[in-house]
């Protein structure tokens, strides 16, 4: 899985509408109905994260409000940007 | 943590699973491994197969896999799929492509949510029929000429990998290719009629080694079900979750509403419940003694001193169940050859009962030996005066 | 794009382990 490293926190993000979240103890899975992939996240937060981003003006204010430490942004940020890539997530104009 | 260790616990609802429609089938597969043909009396109707999709809405179960026998077959098929997809549950129909007509074709193509898998087993009518019976290639042919035709891009071509079409596996590709499908290829269990023809069927141990480096050469263009987990101990593990699913993350529905770990195991010992029961689906996956069981800690017994047994977990519980072996040992498949030699002692396999094959599909064994009355009339053994 | 969750890890630093992993739905052993 490549890195996005023009993956921009500093914008705001949103759920893709064919994504279903499934939340799960271990974090939740993510199926989407256009792409019929299939994303396992394995983080409750990572999940909080989610879920937050489409109420909150940047994803990096969606991390802070679900407790993400600045130290562990860098893997939040990859996380993040590879549901972009596979088209869980997208850009809200 | 790994994915092999969050999965293999279960879930509190399946990511996809395996419902089969109907026992009807058009066909008399060789080795079905629902050992389909005749429509059972008991089958669930439109209304009950509706409700289960509102159970399977309710617990985000993704996507269904829906096959039999032959789906396409039952009146309310189309109905049924389009409920499915009108309710948030994606799905895929396995067929043999008996009603995929243009007209039908256009109308999959232009719709979303929906995936088609056409079963083929050879890449020549010579091949794929000696299994799938007399016409069938054609039949399945044609079906991928009408989607393809139709601009349906991307259904699955689905195989399963036997002794005899082993060596077509380039074939298979460009099948796939020359239609803009893309290829499955599936183990053969001993499950269902499979079980009459494994040891003639199976893939030798070189076909089986072959396969594996044919599946690493082809990355991700080929699919499989992750149906050759078993054989990640030979080193690299194919892409999939690599584990068995059986009432973890996967299972069946059958078409009486009978829920079992896989469609490989349609057998007592791999029931779980009915969705006519109280609770319905929901009831039986989260609250099944089988599933329960499946899902605790399992042991690797005769199989935990082996170096590969992280890799290959032991392999398929349906085909250890089915060639008689013991489920905590070696796959009859073990790629070491372990479950080969131990396959020597076995002295009674299991027989899967629900068999609704069309007759003289498959019968009684013929029985050679006279059948006379016993010498004298109050004798109660049938043997009697057989001089045996 | 699915990642092999039995790939061995690369042993020369502490790799951080992603937190989202792709699976096929055709990945799954028991379905057709």
């Known amino acids: 899985m490549s890195t996005e490293d023009t993956f921009d926190l500093d914008t705001a993000w949103g759920l893709t509408a064919q994504v279903s979240v499934r939340p799960e103890r271990f974090g939740a899975l993510l199926y989407h109905f256009g792409t019929r992939r299939l994303s396992f996240l394995k983080s409750p937060v990572l999940l909080e994260v989610l879920t937050g981003l489409a109420g909150a003006p940047t994803a990096r204010d969606a991390c802070t409000r679900a407790g993400v430490a600045a130290a562990e942004l860098p893997a939040y940020r990859t996380a993040l940007a590879s549901l972009a890539a596979s088209d869980m997530i997208r850009e809200r104009s | ?388 | ?32």
């Open chain 3, 1 to 32: 794009m699915a990642d092999n969750p039995t790939t061995e890890q690369p042993t020369e630093e502490v790799v951080e382990e992603l937190l989202v992993e792709e699976v096929s739905i055709d990945g799954m052993c028991g379905v057709y």
């Open chain 2, 1 to 388: 943590m790994k994915l092999v260790e969050q999965f293999q616990y279960g879930l509190d609802a399946p990511i996809c699973l395996t419902w089969e429609l109907t026992y009807a089938c058009n066909l008399s597969c060789v080795h079905c491994l629902s050992s389909s043909g005749r429509r059972d009396p008991r089958e669930l109707s439109t209304v009950e197969c509706k409700a289960v999709v509102d159970e399977l809405e309710r617990m985000q179960v993704f996507y269904v896999n829906i096959g039999g026998g032959e789906p396409t077959v039952r009146p309310d098929f189309w109905e049924l799929v389009d409920y499915a997809t009108d309710h948030h549950v994606g799905v895929k129909f396995s067929t043999n492509g008996i009603k995929i007509t243009p007209e039908r074709a256009r109308r999959l193509a232009a719709g979303d949510y929906v995936d088609v898998q056409i079963s083929l087993d050879g890449a020549t009518a010579e091949v794929n029929d000696a299994v799938r019976g007399p016409g069938s290639y054609a039949i399945a042919l044609r079906a991928m000429e009408n989607l393809a035709a139709a601009g349906f891009a991307g259904f699955k071509v689905s195989v399963v990998v036997t002794r005899q079409n082993a060596g077509q596996l380039d074939d298979f590709l460009a099948i796939a290719d020359r239609y803009g499908a893309q290829l499955r290829l599936t183990r053969l269990r001993p499950s269902g009629r499979g079980a009459d023809v494994w040891d003639e069927l199976h893939p030798t141990a070189a076909q089986q080694r072959a396969l594996y480096d044919w599946l690493l050469d082809h990355g991700e263009r080929v699919l499989t079900g992750d149906s050759f987990f078993h054989l990640a101990a030979y080193g690299e593990a194919l892409p999939g979750l690599n584990l068995c699913g059986a009432g973890r993350v996967v299972c069946l529905i059958d078409p009486v509403g009978d829920v079992y770990a896989c469609p490989f195991a349609i057998h007592d010992e791999f029931l779980a419940g009915n969705v006519r029961g109280d609770g319905g689906f929901a009831r039986v996956w989260r609250s099944s003694e089988l599933f329960a069981d499946l899902r605790s800690p399992q042991t690797g017994g005769a199989c935990t001193s082996c170096s590969a047994y992280d890799s290959c977990r032991g392999g398929c519980m349906a085909a250890k169940f089915f060639t008689g072996l013991p489920l905590d040992g070696p796959d009859p498949e073990c790629v070491k050859g372990h479950g080969e030699r131990l396959l020597s002692t076995v002295d009674e396999k299991p027989r899967s009962a629900p068999d609704h094959s069309h007759r003289r599909t498959r019968g009684p064994v013929p029985v050679t030996i006279g059948m006379r009355r016993p010498d004298r009339a109050c004798d109660e053994s049938p043997l009697a005066g057989l001089g045996r």
